[in-house]
């Protein structure tokens, strides 16, 4: 029975796959990335791997299925302009043409792959008590390959000042996005009320529970971000400046403490994230407890885009 299941959640990822390729409508594409980006979580489930279901669905099916539902919106008035002009068959099908040899290429590269493949998951086993963490995810992004996950927070802060340098001149250091006008007594403001103690509960447990079973802190983060994008949309709330000095604080905590974590293991071990005996697992949630704003942060003003109004609404 599970095999049957597991084909028809394969025929069905590829099925959608491919429409969300072909999809004519910018929207009605992103609409099928982000049920595409769902039934990938159901896959990393049924392969146990819990850690990226969750980021899956809350990346690939939450935010950045807001920030391309977003886009397509835009784009909409542009696609008007245009007269509904479309694509000519030839790049149509030299499209389709990249998209086949990317495929085969990764296909070939999986199927090349040894029966016994390279793997660090023994020496991670071997290690990870070491650590005081019981999540090997964790204990890999951490601690064996800290350097990893300092950089990819560098990197994302990165891409939100790339996203603010789009903004007019007269425009930086105020806010972010459209101001949202939203019917006070509607729907979304009544979910914005409703749902953001839960989804806070929800995101710190998530991000507590980490350190020993399937969680941590970018999952947490992105449920915050969700909540606090949730409210700004309905209106009942307005984005922050950008020149506010308590958000960027908030913005580079996270980096800094990691960095500053790093060398102190380089002073006290010798190692650049050498973590002291005894104390790893308190250096580790201290990075967490760190990065937690920061992530929550950055997620949710890089789907916030650019500033577009000055300080005062």
Request: glycine residues 12%; proline residues 5%; neutral net charge.
């Amino acid at each position: 029975m599970t095999d049957v299941l597991n084909m028809v959640l394969a025929g069905l990822i590829l099925g959608l796959a491919v429409w969300t390729t072909i999809a004519r409508e910018a929207f009605a594409a992103a609409i099928g990335f982000i049920a595409y980006g769902l039934l990938l979580t159901l896959v990393w489930v049924q392969l146990y791997g819990v850690d990226v279901a969750l980021t899956e669905a809350a990346i690939g099916g939450g935010l950045t299925g807001i920030l391309l539902i977003g886009a397509a919106t835009r784009l909409r008035g542009s696609e008007a302009a245009l007269g509904g002009a479309r694509a000519t068959r030839s790049l149509r099908w030299a499209a389709a043409g990249v998209s086949a040899a990317v495929s085969l290429v990764l296909v070939t590269c999986v199927l090349a792959l040894p029966d016994n493949a390279p793997t660090l998951a023994y020496g991670v086993a071997l290690n990870i008590a070491d650590t005081g963490v019981g999540n090997p995810i964790t204990a890999v992004l951490l601690a064996f390959r800290a350097m990893d996950t300092l950089l990819e927070a560098i990197v994302l802060l990165f891409a939100l000042i790339g996203v603010w340098s789009l903004a007019p001149d007269d425009c930086w250091g105020g806010r972010p996005g459209p101001k949202q006008e939203c019917d006070q007594n509607g729907i979304l403001a009544y979910a914005a009320r409703i749902l953001p103690p839960i989804g806070i509960i929800i995101g710190v447990y998530i991000f507590w529970t980490g350190a020993d079973h399937p969680g941590g802190k970018f999952q947490g983060a992105t449920i915050l971000a969700a909540m606090w994008l949730l409210v700004m949309m309905s209106g009942l709330t307005d984005a922050p400046p950008i020149s506010r000095r308590w958000l960027r604080a908030g913005l580079v905590i996270g980096p800094l403490v990691f960095l500053a974590i790093g060398l102190i293991g380089t002073l006290t071990t010798g190692n650049f994230f050498g973590y002291p005996d005894g104390l790893a697992k308190l250096f580790i949630v201290a990075i967490e407890l760190a990065l937690m704003p920061s992530l929550t942060l950055v997620l949710a003003l890089l789907l916030l885009g650019a500033p577009q109004r000055g300080a005062q609404p």
